[in-house]
């Protein structure tokens, strides 16, 4: 029977800040929406839900009260951990960083650097999206501190290979505390989707270090399946991608958790529980009386 390190931790990013219901019908807006499809991800196998806040005409948000409305709808109907985003676009510091002071989610996600973050269609020959993403040294290392002083696990995304190396820096600094957590995004304009440059990633984070995929689009499912066979952990959800490996249009983000369950119990790993989760990913255990304290 497998125990803990056999298994794969799943994490649902419900909504991001670009889709819309143009795109995907089932992404959330209102705050009871966010509860709902966190549970469908929780009952498809989903340990963690990766939150960007949304107000409730489904507008980019930044505002506590609106994380604090999400969170409150989420814990109500599932034990789910709460990563929330710091990402944001043309957004002070102070304001991205607010909602993780005030709220203390079990995870923060902290952005490892600037990218120039695109999406190219070859069909139609141009660039769907394309932004740039700043964040110099001095910011992250602001958001790593005050993620410290709330006791909040920060998850390094990583659009590049030099934003690890940014890493490496922050552990020697001894902001960024072991073990750390690793996103490694693929496919939006830093780390292209292949597999050769997983591979070649994966070998420059830390020794001890947990790690997730999150591939775009197209690259979602092949990806997924690789960073399974490596021993990854894995991130799917409407953030990412629309589509089932089928080719058909997901309906709910319950539907990609469980066909990437299924991938994983394929492959040969089974699917991490919250509990098995948090020890995974060096959370301490959510008891009652934190679970009040923050609510």
């Given at each position: ?123 139609r020959k141009s660039f769907v999206w394309d932004f740039t993403f700043q964040n110099n040294m001095n ?140 020890q995974i990913l060096g959370l301490p255990a959510r008891s009652a009386s934190s679970a009040a304290s923050?609510?």
């Amino acid at each position: 029977m497998s125990n803990w390190k056999d298994k794969v931790v799943i994490t649902c990013a419900i909504t991001g800040a670009l889709a819309n219901r143009k795109q995907a019908e089932g992404i959330p807006y209102r705050p009871e929406e966010y509860g709902e499809e966190a549970k469908r991800a929780y009952d498809a196998g989903a340990a963690v839900v990766h939150v960007h806040a949304r107000e409730e005409d489904g507008t980019p948000s930044m505002r506590p009260e609106m994380y604090r409305r999400e969170r409150d709808e989420i814990r109500k109907r599932s034990p789910i951990i709460l990563n929330f985003s710091t990402g944001a676009i043309g957004i002070p510091p102070e304001q991205r960083i607010a909602h993780i002071r005030e709220l203390q989610p079990d995870i923060g996600a902290l952005n490892m650097g600037s990218v120039n973050y695109l999406k190219y269609s070859e069909n139609r020959k141009s660039f769907v999206w394309d932004f740039t993403f700043q964040n110099n040294m001095n910011e992250v290392t602001f958001f790593l501190t005050e993620m410290n002083k709330a006791g909040v696990k920060p998850e390094c995304e990583c659009f590049d290979t030099g934003h690890v190396v940014n890493s490496h820096h922050l552990i020697h600094m001894g902001i960024l505390k072991a073990p750390p957590d690793y996103s490694l995004i693929l496919g939006s304009g830093g780390i292209a989707p292949e597999p050769e440059d997983l591979m070649h990633i994966v070998r420059k984070l830390p020794p001890g270090a947990t790690w997730k995929t999150i591939p775009v689009s197209h690259a979602t499912w092949r990806l997924t399946a690789q960073a399974i066979v490596m021993g990854g952990n894995i991130r799917v959800g409407f953030e990412d991608n629309f589509y089932l490996p089928n080719g058909n249009k997901a309906r709910s983000n319950g539907e990609l958790v469980e066909a990437a369950a299924n991938l994983a119990r394929v492959i040969g790993r089974e699917v991490a529980s919250v509990d098995e989760a948090r020890q995974i990913l060096g959370l301490p255990a959510r008891s009652a009386s934190s679970a009040a304290s923050a609510a």
